[in-house]
């Protein structure tokens, strides 16, 4: 089997650290942790490009959301995902501004590790479009208009990767964020149309504060929840519901 880098350059030992505790998986605190934020349109970060599908999402869903259900569903069985970037506000306001460029890759590669490891659950990790392979391009985002960050894509490819089981032990500080947004859509792998898009936004709990707690593991919780619901959301239009 083919295997790949973990990570690049100083980041690398970070990466196989979560990786190895198992952070791919649930982490002890659980869902508590982490609490839904609405948006509106003026929320969109640039990075979808056509927001024109999307509709605000049904209780319990995402914020907005489109699923084209003429889409060829039972046929996916395979999933790429592509390096996942972050989109940061042109404003001095934004709160991504004076996280460092790090803790920014650390953002980029957590959502990337998340969204394996759930997907992978019922799709093959594929490392290219085609036949029966859906498109992943997903972005951490914030409100207003936004730009990518140069240079920062998530490092992480997750084919062939060995998903374990435990919980996680995650530390360090987290980035300070008050909260993670999110933008994503799946296309198909040889029309490149968009079958699914989602975009929606976490924050920590009123308990700790509109912020995020002390550790990652609020964080990469926000990613876990996401990711889960986007592959039940899959596996839901793939049986026909």
């Not at 992480?156 to 360090?172: D, E, H, Q, R, Y």
Request: with cysteine.
């Amino acid at each position: 089997m083919k295997t790949f880098p973990s990570i690049a350059g100083r980041r690398k030992g970070a990466l196989v650290s979560f990786l190895a505790a198992g952070l791919i998986l649930a982490l002890a605190a659980g869902c508590a942790s982490t609490r839904h934020v609405k948006q509106s349109e003026k929320d969109f970060s640039g990075f979808l490009g056509d927001y024109s599908q999307l509709q605000p999402g049904a209780e319990g869903q995402a914020n907005f959301v489109y699923a084209n259900p003429s889409a060829p569903w039972k046929s996916y069985d395979k999933v790429y995902i592509r390096p996942v970037q972050l989109w940061q506000a042109e404003s001095e306001q934004s709160s991504l501004g004076s996280v460092s460029f790090e803790d920014k890759q650390m953002l980029v590669d957590y959502l990337h590790v998340a969204l394996a490891g759930s997907l992978s659950k019922n799709f093959k990790l594929v490392d290219k479009a085609g036949p029966g392979v859906l498109v992943v391009s997903a972005a951490v985002t914030e409100a207003g208009a936004a730009k990518p960050v140069v240079n920062l894509l998530s490092t992480v490819t997750p084919v062939g990767l060995v998903i374990g089981a435990g919980k996680a032990a995650v530390t360090g500080k987290s980035p300070g964020v008050g909260s993670v947004s999110v933008e994503a859509e799946f296309t198909d792998g040889v029309s490149g149309k968009r079958v699914l898009a989602v975009v929606d936004s976490r924050a920590g709990t009123k308990r700790v504060g509109a912020k995020f707690g002390d550790t990652w593991s609020d964080v990469h919780e926000a990613f876990k929840f996401w990711s889960e619901k986007v592959n039940a959301r899959l596996v839901s239009l793939k049986s026909g519901n």
